[in-house]
Each structure stands twice: as C-alpha cells, then as structure tokens.
C-alpha cells in the first residue's frame, strides 16, 4: 500500500511535543505520527471490541435459552446420578 501525504492542524505545544519526540526516538515526525494513529486506532477498536462482548453478556437469556440450559443441567444430573449409583 502506498503512502498519502495529509496536512493537519494541531495546538503548538502538541506539535512542539512531538517535535521533540520524534528527536528523542531517532525518528521523523511523520513516523511518529504514523505510530500513535495506529496505536491509537488499535486501543479503540480494542475497547470497542470489549463492549460488544460485554454487552452480549449482559442480556437476559431468552427463554429458549433458558430452556436448553434447563435440559442441559437435567441430563448432566441424570449423567452423574448413573455414575455414582
């Protein structure tokens, strides 16, 4: 994939930040930038991600499902009584 080139507008002291950053890291600004996009884009699809599954979770179980857990836990008793028997 090739790379674009963009222009964005940002607050002085953050770009004075990275300036001395990127200076610190051995790196060009731009690699810098790339980087924290990327890290960025990454921990909010990883949060996004974590409430889609922790919303799954916390539904109520439909009563189909309940039904099935009830025949599950009915079987795995009748499971173990035969074996202990």
């Known amino acids: 994939m090739g790379n674009i080139k963009t222009?964005?507008?940002?607050d002085?002291?953050?770009f004075h930040k990275a300036e001395e950053l990127s200076k610190k890291m051995d790196i060009p600004r731009s690699r810098l930038f790339q980087f924290a996009l990327s890290s960025y884009i990454e921990?909010?699809?990883?949060?996004?991600?974590?409430k889609m599954i922790n919303d799954s979770y916390?539904?109520?179980a439909t009563a189909e499902e309940k039904k099935l857990r009830k025949a599950m836990k009915d079987y795995h008793r009748k499971i173990i009584k035969d074996k202990w028997q």
């Open 58 to 60: 916390s539904n109520e």
């Open 12 to 14: 002085e002291g953050l």
């Open 7 to 10: 222009a964005i507008s940002m």
């Open 43 to 50: 921990q909010y699809e990883n949060i996004r991600l974590l």
